[in-house]
């Protein structure tokens, strides 16, 4: 497995595979790696005939009192756990190679940044959005893979890719949980044992919000309602947002009978966590 940190090498290296024929299937990651990133892999191997996974924690979709800083870098580790996936390339640059002084251009998706995440997070997504386009340009992808698990960055890098004209696939892997339902997240090793029981509630509450739309409810207010009242049932989730929308538009819908997105954030302590569930379409 080759490491690469120098983005001039990485677009050698993606050349050179793809003159020889190679379909390259790309992984971005900000590390501490996971089987929810794990599995991306996997399915990664299952679909190009190279994988590339990048390594960047990423400065520009954080915000000035987010976890930057404190963000778990375990570079060593990720790597090991790579190399025993079969990946063949690991891009790692440093963020002075990412942004070099008088970098001025961003992308950003209007209208879509702003919702869910967006709103609580300003500015994330445009560095989301940014830096997925710099390393699309970087790697030079055909098959790019990425988390339902991150469901309005999914929304805003779909219409980043249609509306940019970007030659590649972008292809959606499901949420890898624990066995007790905990979405899998980089990070939930800054929960305590008790945060860490608290923040069930969420998946909790997702399931039941499922149950209740398996069972014929459609009314995006009735199941909203449900959604709260499990949430409240834990006082320690400091709420976010509970939102059922149009996973493309992530616009409200009203009725979810064409299928819906219900996303949910909520602190624990200090620990901001995400989750979701797609509705299928009756
Ligand atoms: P991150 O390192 O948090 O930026 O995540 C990198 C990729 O892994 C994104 O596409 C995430 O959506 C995906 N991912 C993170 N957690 C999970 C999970 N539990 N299941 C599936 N994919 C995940």
Avoid: W
């Avoid at 520009?60 to 580790?77: C, W």
């Amino acid at each position: 497995m080759r490491i690469i940190r120098d983005i001039r090498d990485m677009q050698s290296a993606s050349r050179a595979a793809k003159a020889q024929g190679s379909t390259i299937c790309f992984v971005p990651t900000m590390g501490a790696l996971h089987e929810g990133h794990l599995s991306l892999v996997r399915y990664a191997r299952t679909q190009g005939t190279l994988v590339v996974v990048s390594i960047f924690v990423n400065p520009l979709q954080f915000g000035p009192t987010e976890d930057f800083n404190q963000y778990p870098r375990t570079l060593e580790a990720d790597c090991a756990k790579l190399e025993a996936e079969g990946v063949e390339i690991v891009f790692a640059p440093s963020p002075a190679q990412m942004y070099p002084e008088g970098a001025k251009t961003v992308v950003y998706v209007e209208g879509l940044s702003e919702k869910l995440d967006g709103l609580s997070r300003p500015g994330h997504f445009k560095g989301v959005s940014t830096v997925v386009a710099k390393l699309f340009n970087i790697v030079k992808p055909d098959y790019a893979i990425f988390g339902q698990k991150d469901a309005a960055q999914v929304a805003v890098l779909r219409r980043m890719v249609r509306d940019l004209n970007m030659d590649l696939e972008l292809i959606v892997s499901p949420t890898v949980r624990e066995a007790d339902g905990l979405a899998l997240s980089s990070r939930n090793v800054y929960l305590t044992p008790e945060q860490r029981c608290q923040a069930l509630v969420l998946h909790r509450a997702l399931l039941k919000v499922e149950a209740e739309a398996k069972s014929g409810e459609t009314s995006a207010e009735k199941l909203r309602s449900i959604a709260l009242s499990v949430l409240a049932s834990e006082p320690a989730a400091k709420l976010d947002y509970l939102e059922i929308v149009n996973p493309d538009t992530l616009e409200p819908v009203e009725d979810t009978s064409k299928g819906a997105l219900v996303a949910v954030a909520a602190a624990f302590g200090a620990t901001r966590l995400i989750d979701n569930v797609l509705l299928p379409k009756l």
